[in-house]
């Protein structure tokens, strides 16, 4: 079961799309990466703070001539470093790493994070729908005791949406938050928008 979770929501450096750019770039087929990457046998040390800084610094190896297998590599390792710094970020990492998500079909990635974190990472057999599984048995096992209030509830309840002003006015994020207020007995605000989670990691406010 989840028990907490944590989403890169400023840089792109961390995430899978950095390597799709860079494979559609080169001509390489996504399902081909991984097995690209581990053939490499010197790869660069390239810059992981962000994916405009690691392009760069791929463009300038493609010049110096480095190999393909290497410059895949060398994103690969530089995605792993930005995802445990930007989204781990200071979290404890236990002795057991499951990694879950269509990413982890590509073993190059794989290696990557097992380099970085130095222990071997358990990859389930079906990894991109791993999750849904889970959510599935979850779902299932509390049927008998779920609290939905069903469609018909759901569709009379009264709601506004509307823009909302964070507080903190020293944020460089200047984020686009959007709040939901849910009327009842009790007012219940949502939040979406707030890079930091500041408001939406919050349930609920009254």
């Known amino acids: 079961m989840v028990v907490d979770f ?13 390597l799709e750019k860079y494979a559609m770039r080169r001509g390489i087929k996504m399902e081909d990466f991984g097995d690209i990457a581990l053939r490499a046998k010197n790869p660069p040390d390239i810059d992981s703070t962000c994916a405009v800084l690691s392009e760069q610094s791929i463009i300038k190896y493609e010049q110096n001539n480095v190999s393909l297998e290497d410059l895949c590599a060398a994103l690969a390792l530089a995605t792993a470093r ?49 999750g849904a599984i889970g959510a599935a048995k979850y779902a299932y096992d509390i049927s008998n005791s779920g609290n939905f209030r069903g469609f018909k509830k759901i569709s ?12 903190n006015k020293d944020c460089g994020n200047d984020c686009n938050i ?12 949502y939040f979406i928008g ?13």
């Not at 959007?178 to 605000?189: P, Q, S």
Request: aromatic fraction near 10%; glycine fraction near 10%; charged fraction near 20%.
């Open 6 to 18: 944590a989403m890169n929501n400023a840089c792109a450096a961390g995430t899978g799309a950095l």
């Open 82 to 130: 930005n995802y445990l710094a930007k989204v781990v970020s200071g979290l404890e990492i236990k002795e057991k790493v499951v990694f879950q998500g269509a990413t982890a079909f590509n073993l190059g990635q794989v290696a990557a994070l097992e380099t970085v974190l130095g222990k071997g990472i358990v990859v389930p057999p079906w990894p991109h729908i791993t």
């Open 156 to 167: 009379n309840l009264e709601y506004n949406v509307g823009p909302y002003e964070c507080i």
């Open 178 to 189: 959007t709040r939901a207020e849910i009327k009842g007995k009790e007012k219940i605000f």
């Open 194 to 206: 707030d890079r930091c989670q500041r408001y939406s990691a919050k349930k609920e406010w009254n």
